[in-house]
């Protein structure tokens, strides 16, 4: 073997080690079990006649361990279960992460929460003045997968209303299960969002953003983006080229792209009612 063959492989493995380093240091979302609290309350939900009956629901409390792993490698994933994952407040990314889940993965927020699910780092009132041209943004944030509900059965909120950024002074607005607002090259993918009072998405001051593949599944509102297009859940099932039509502009739409939007298996409201919406795209 010729010294410039010897030197090659070598070379290889010296450029492929911090890759492998850092998936090997990647550790799972159990390794911040620790932080998992355990409690109990009441949910309400209709037995197979329609009658809603109390339950007692002893469950984990994932928000602390969720924060946890996103804080400290800043991509956690949360992997399938039987049991549903709950929060007490909002899961905040900062810019540069990304928060994926199991397609298959559900999370409730808790009884009483009153806030959105997840949200981005720098949330800031926008809708009373305009926005600053030069206002900081929170940039290149994923967030994909995962089962969401705020728990709004067919009989109860379960406290669960507004979607509120934070329990404590919330940023007047803010309305979401998915609170994105003050960002650029954001992206919502994968995602079904379940048994919501909230908008399903909430993006405000959002620059370079896709929403793709997002199943609502009996859902009230679907999705919102103030400053470039507003749309409720019966309105989101429009063909491309009618959405500014369908929906109302909340301020000036520059270059959306519609692309694959579709209504599916809509059913009565007091049916089973899901809805998948395609992607849209904001470019600039």
Known sequence: MTPINRTLPLLSILLLAPLVALHAAEKPLTAWQHFVRTETWTEKWPDASGKVETRNVTAEVWTQAMQAALDAQGTPHIPAREQPYYLDGPLILKSGQKLSADPTAEIRLKPDSNTCMVRNEH???????PVPADLPLDTDITIQGG???TLATAVASHGNERGQ???ESPVFGTHGVILLQNVRRVSVKNVTIRQSRPFGVHLANAHEFTVENIILEEQRLAWTVNDVIGACGKTVGVEPGKLERACPRLSPVNRVVEERIALMDMLPMEEHRQVRMGKIDRLG
């Open 123 to 129: 949330v800031v009132t926008l809708n009373t003045k």
């Open 147 to 149: 089962i969401w509900t």
């Open 165 to 167: 950024s934070s329990k």
